[in-house]
């Protein structure tokens, strides 16, 4: 088991940053691919970035590709979401996501086992 806490959301106008964090707890960090999802009103939940249990490897959504980071330190058991050039299209509800042993496709939200609560980010114009 992995209890998931997402924080460092917030308001910010268009080109600005907001890094995210991702606290995991019960097991070590190292154990499980980690992922960024995200969620607007009335749209389905989209992929948005992933990085392997090592860090070594990373994967993003193409609508944030340049813009957007991930990485982990799984000294802290913290995955982060550095994001920059923000576009008021980035505004959603962030969620932080944990993929055990047994996984397939970063992409896919059905292959995470664990979920944060999620933390709100608004972009303004």
């Known amino acids: 088991q992995v209890q998931l806490v997402e924080s460092g959301g917030g308001l910010v106008q268009a080109g600005g940053s907001l890094r995210l964090s991702c606290v995991a707890s019960?097991?070590?960090?190292?154990?499980?691919?980690m992922g960024w999802f995200r969620q607007a009103p009335g749209t389905e939940r989209e992929f948005v970035a992933a990085v392997s249990r090592t860090g070594g490897s990373t994967y993003y959504a193409d609508s944030v590709k340049g813009r957007f980071t991930i990485s982990r330190d799984n000294a802290k058991n913290t995955v982060y979401l550095q994001m920059n050039s923000l576009k008021p299209e980035d505004t959603a509800v962030y969620y932080c996501?944990?993929?055990?042993?047994?996984?397939?496709?970063?992409?896919?939200?059905?292959?995470?086992?664990?979920w944060g609560q999620g933390t709100q980010v608004t972009v303004s114009s």
């Open positions: 019960g097991r070590t960090l190292s154990n499980y691919r």
């Open positions: 996501a944990a993929a055990g042993l047994l996984s397939g496709s970063v992409y896919l939200d059905m292959q995470y086992d664990y």
